[in-house]
């Protein structure tokens, strides 16, 4: 059919409605209320060196204003990224976090690069982030409050195209890196939603002007999500209008005003923009109009809403990789609906959190400390505090042979039961243990002081530990402490509260009126040193020999009587536990077991194999009686800490655990 374009007089477009109305409100943009004198959106960053769990394109926040930005640097100090939980019935709680790389101006455009991002809880997608500008930054004329950008953490983390659409070895080494720890159903599709939902126009055959032949565009309504606050209508690249939503339809409306016009033709584009109330770009697309064909010419008024075609109903939604890779047709509806640049606009996230990182700064080493998923973190250089650093959850940190923290650490704040573990780090302060009634490792560590407060009796173990000024007990509450494989450390007792000592040890001080001291049989103490009006009490087996002492102070021993190692008749059974993973192969296997309390002299002893399982899977009583050959050092003969199970077995690979009762008769 024939379509009705007289060019001689020129089709009355949306270009006349649009232009028209600018006239009759005096030929300015038209502009909404309280609008935002500026856009903001994420896109992938290619000039940054920082990566995601070694995975490059991570995305930076571009904020492009209306105006050129009249300042030319922006401190870090006056940009901060706040992150947020909210759950049911309880307060928010916000915390800041050290994710800001560095801050770009370029003409209109401020660019914000990030980093950090191995460190937060990306697993956690209930949580919310804004990006905050303090007022003072003068981004624009007339600035008077803060500017907040909200964002999803998929907003900064590599996109899908990034992420599974690479090529060559890089992308291959992307895509093993984020498999290592999470399972295609263990990581999630985020689809954007469509904002712009229809776009309708209203035209009029004669037009306003009846000598006019071509068909005329009287009104266009733009339906939206209820998320877009804001549309800017383009004309060739130009903005023409900037609308708030209409009261009378479901988005946006633009109506004729008078009958002056704009000549275009039906090359001319038109644009549409959407925004949030917070100036993000939420969808934008192009249109030209469509023209009435002739079989419409004796209507009065004619619509036409075929701009947009009806998009896939799988947008909106977060998928796993699964779901996308088990039911292909959404994954198709979805890349149908999608231009190749826009793949990134797809967010990805984790369920698993790598559970090792490793840190070169303190910001990375307070982020990761605040990160309860992470379970070990590795330092890799020298890390200074401004302040002291509280580690207040279970976590293993581990330096190298010259790592060095400067500054005082404090293990924990004594209102919960800690597990920590510190190896191969040097302290240049004092180190603070408060675990509560937990365990504290500290393993080729050195510190000037180490400051007890709280650890329960069986929680705190130095191994090859050095305080070059001492040990001193601030304990609320009775205290164990054993030392090996270190040089003789000196210790001062500074409260009343019982103080549990094995290893050996240089000078034992006391600077309370009543100080109490336990020593297991493996003491060695040179000296003592009790102030005048302070007392210390000294409770010992009999084997223990305590050194003389002279002074202002008042020493008082207590014997027990005890000749062993240990108390007799006061273990009862004792249960451990033991995990193996090895190629079974005939060959002869060992594995050590701790039983912290199976310390006593020599006895007899009785071993039972309670049970003990490959995998979850119960082994039959014959095959379990097989599998253990023998355990060593349960006889007559001393027994220590530890304990050595050696098995046999041709059983294929598998995890053996073995739970054994060992019964001190």
Known sequence: MQQVKNFSRRSFLLAMIIVAGLFAFGGGTIQASNLKPYEYTFIKDETTIQTFNGVNGIKKLNVTFDQPIPVTVVPLSDVSVVASTEKRGEAPVANIIDIVDRIEISGKTLSIHFKNLDYIDYTDTSKSYKLIIKSGAGLYLGQSGD????????????????VFLAQGAE??????????????????????????????????????????EASTLTNIDVLTDNAVSRLKVGLNNNLIRDLEPHPSVKGFTLGYANDQALEVDDLEEFSLKAYDVYGRILDSTTFKINYIDEAYLDNTRIKVSNYITKKASDFGKTYTLYDLMSKPKIFENILTGLSVEDLNK?????????????????????????????????????????????IDRDVTINGTSNAQIAGDIRLGDGSKNLNIKLNNIGITGTLTVDAGSGNVILENVTANVLDVISGGV????????????????????????????SNKQNVTLASDKEVILEGAYGTIASTNQ???LTVKYNVSIDSWSIGAGMKLTVTH????????????GVLEKINTGETGPGEENNLGTVLGEIALDYNWDDSELGKEIEFDQLNTESKTIAENVQDWKIDDTNLEASIRNNRILVINNLSEEYVGKTLKV??????????????????IN
Not at 147 to 162: H, R
Not at 176 to 194: C, G, S
Not at 351 to 376: G, R, W
């Open 646 to 663: 050696t098995l046999k077995g041709t059983y294929e690979e598998k995890q053996y655990s073995i739970i054994m009762n060992v019964t």
């Open 346 to 390: 797809l967010g990805v996230t984790y369920a698993n959190q790598f559970s090792t990182v490793q840190v070169n700064d303190l910001a990375q080493l307070e982020m990761a400390l605040a990160n309860a998923k992470i379970k070990t973190i590795n330092l890799t250089s020298n890390i200074p505090l401004s302040r002291q650093l509280l």
């Open 514 to 516: 009543d100080a109490k």
């Open 458 to 485: 069986n929680s705190i173990h130095l191994i090859n530990f050095t305080a070059t000024n001492g040990i001193v007990f601030n304990n609320i509450a009775p205290v164990r402490l054993v030392l090996t494989n």
């Open 541 to 552: 087996p009999e084997s223990v020999t305590l050194p003389a002492y002279t002074g202002a």
């Open 171 to 212: 992308g291959t080494g992307q895509i093993n890196r984020i498999f290592e720890e999470n399972a295609p159903r263990d990581i999630f599709v985020h689809i954007p939603k469509y904002y712009l939902n229809k776009i309708e126009t209203i035209h009029r055959y004669k037009g306003v002007v009846s000598e006019k």
């Open 147 to 162: 500017l907040e950008f909200p964002f999803a953490v998929y907003d900064l983390l590599p996109g899908f195209e990034t």
